[in-house]
């Protein structure tokens, strides 16, 4: 307990936690609509497309790259999304696609370019996201504030319409509901989450925070409204717990909050099964 | 004035015509059966009706206060809906949705409007009940009611008993038999000529690139007897 509150004493310690809370928060609101609309592994392919221009802007010398790497991956969301009805590569295929050659070639760009003499180490870095969490600066805390704050506040005006456009696209567009309006903003949602995300998991694992809660969630609860406040609830406890863990531990911290979004599917699941035994 | 006119339609995709010169009104009251073998165009034809495609050539008029989004829809089950997690009413609800504009919440007339038309169909009881829980008659009871929330005008239904068991089918049809005798028109799209026969009042019969047949049910009666037809007896 003394540890935790020495370690409590150091900002860094404090904005990781502040921003950790806050991406799982959103994360886990648009994991319940990727999820049921089948784009689970959306979250993948653009944490990929992230970790491509990160290697870029680093090749580039961007001091803030944030002013490429999100422009490109909102991009990228929309071309994803778009492509799911009808197009010529199908929606998993071009996800995969995708996915994989933004990697490689981020790979690629960072081995010719880069100047550091620790490219594995930087490479793991951005991927697994080991220590980035604890060298943010107080800017980058108030950007990732603001954005969830943006991010939170459009699911909260359409979430009705969110609800429609995923239970059923014909029947909304068939009523009048721009069903194509409210895919974009959800791609360019899902896109601004992940690029915030990036900094606490690294790209491997955002997809990890989109999913598990709420899939743990769907276990017990039987409503949408139910399964999201609950996902929001399990993702932020467990994003928190496992900050903790990795701080006093000495952990990664993105796969400790991952393997502790896991413990929570398992004892949703558990939960689950016990209340289908009862009714 | 008609509510729906379709005027010399040619429906297709990539280039490929499925049914062309479709012209057909569709006036207050009427209960119009789309009948029609598999691969014939009849959902192609619906979801032109409902602005999801556009036609190749040709046009929908709609009229007789009927804006084009006052239409209900009632769909076939898609892979999604069998694992999502909503209640009832939660569904019920979202068919108001085309009446909030940019407002992000229900009001108290939506809310009041979701619970008669749950009521109306008897599911009233189930409202807080998992919509995949439910048995294909009570989802398509809510789907149905969902329908009623979006407009009491025209609703357009797609294979509304497809996947029940003869019961549910039975009482399916005498639901929408008794909403069509309170006013709604409605348009649907069956396998079943038998049923089809039974609750129309106009058959709209296409097969082979073309309108087959379209008028009242007693000349498609008359027509098919004396072509030696009759199997929907």
């Not at chain 1, 999820?35 to 001091?63: E, Q, Y």
């Not at chain 2, 009446?99 to 038309?117: D, I, V």
């Not at chain 2, 008897?122 to 919509?131: H, M």
């Amino acid at each position: 307990m003394n540890k935790l509150a020495l370690y409590f004493e150091y900002p860094f310690v404090r904005y990781a936690m502040i921003v950790g809370v806050l991406i799982a928060l959103c994360s886990s609101l648009l994991g319940v609509t990727l999820v049921l609309k089948r784009f689970s592994f959306i979250g993948d392919g653009l944490s990929h497309v992230a970790f491509g221009a990160t290697a870029v802007a680093a090749a580039m010398r961007l001091t803030n790259n944030f002013l490429l790497v999100l422009p490109v991956t909102i991009l990228c969301a929309i071309l994803l999304l778009r492509t799911g009805q009808n197009a010529m590569i199908k929606g998993d295929a071009a996800i995969a696609m995708i996915s994989v050659g933004t990697l490689a070639v981020g790979y690629l760009i960072m081995n010719v370019f880069s100047k550091s003499a620790n490219i594995s180490g930087d490479v793991c870095a951005t991927l697994f996201g080991s220590t980035s969490i604890l060298t943010l600066t107080a800017t980058e805390v108030w950007l990732s504030a603001v954005l969830s704050v943006a991010v939170t506040a459009v699911f909260l005006v359409f979430y009705h319409k969110i609800f429609a456009v995923t239970f059923d696209e014909d029947f909304a567009t068939a009523t009048g509901i721009k069903a194509k309006l409210y895919n974009l903003i959800l791609a360019v949602v899902i896109a601004v989450v992940i690029v915030i995300a990036m900094n606490l998991v690294g790209a491997l694992l955002i997809s990890a925070l989109v999913i598990f809660p709420a899939l743990s969630a769907m276990r017990a609860f039987k409503t949408f409204k139910a399964v999201t406040v609950c996902s929001v609830l399990i993702s932020v406890s467990c994003a928190a717990l496992g900050i903790l863990i990795s701080i006093v531990a000495g952990t990664p911290v993105g796969s400790t909050i991952v393997a502790v979004d896991i413990a929570g599917f398992f004892a949703f699941s558990a939960i689950g099964l016990i209340t289908r035994r009862i009714n | 004035m008609p509510q729906l006119s379709c005027q010399n339609l040619t429906l297709g995709y990539e280039g490929k015509t499925i049914v062309s010169g479709l012209s057909f009104d569709i006036n207050a009251g009427d209960y119009l059966c789309i009948v029609g073998e598999n691969g014939s165009g009849k959902s192609t034809l619906m979801k032109t009706l409902l602005h999801l495609k556009t036609p190749a050539s040709g046009q929908i008029v709609t009229g007789d206060g009927v804006k084009s989004n006052e239409i209900g829809y009632l769909p076939q089950q898609t892979a999604v809906q069998k694992d999502f997690p909503a209640s009832v009413r939660e569904v019920v609800r979202s068919g108001c949705l085309n009446r909030c504009g940019l407002r992000p919440f229900y009001s108290r007339q939506e809310k009041q409007l979701a619970e008669e038309n749950m009521a109306k169909l008897g599911i009233f009881s189930l409202a807080k009940r998992c919509y995949r829980e439910l048995s294909g008659g009570q989802q398509q009871r809510a789907l149905l009611a969902r329908a009623l929330c979006a407009t009491r005008k025209i609703l357009l239904l797609d294979e509304p008993a497809a996947g029940l068991d003869p019961k549910a089918t039975e009482e399916m049809y005498e639901l929408i038999a008794r909403l069509n005798g309170e006013g709604t028109t409605i348009v649907m799209i069956s396998h079943d000529v038998a049923a089809s026969v039974k609750y129309a009042s106009h058959i709209l019969h296409i097969g082979g690139g073309s309108a087959l047949f379209f008028g009242p049910k007693s000349d498609y009666i008359r027509k098919n007897v004396s072509c030696g037809g009759g199997t929907y007896e």
